[in-house]
């Protein structure tokens, strides 16, 4: 997390840099202490996702342009968090984000 001060942006939590998200890929983060994850399918196109797998629960990771579960080995769309390999069935929960400058901040 950012120290607080008068550059601190006043619409929502900040998530991270979008500069720390690679084009493509995806990268691991915290929004007001929960696991979440980013991904960038596209330059300045960024996503967020709950890291909380669908299928029980447990925290997902990022793994470029997928998120895999190490439980029992879900694999989600990057892009979309869809399901690309089960057990898990419901895609990824979004979270709403809009990027100031260089932050990820949570939409609210
Ligand atoms: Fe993620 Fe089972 S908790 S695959």
Known sequence: ???????????GADI????????????????????????QPTAGAVVCFSAICTHQGCPVNAAG??????CHGSRFDAATGDVIRGPAIDPLTPIAVSVSGDR???AS
């Open 65 to 70: 342009a997928e998120f895999d579960c190490p």
């Open 1 to 11: 997390a950012e120290s607080a001060g008068p550059d601190q942006p006043a619409t």
């Open 16 to 39: 991270g840099a979008l500069s720390d998200v690679p084009v493509g890929g995806s990268l691991a983060a915290t929004l007001d202490g929960a696991p979440v994850l980013l991904a």
């Open 104 to 106: 990820i901040v949570a």
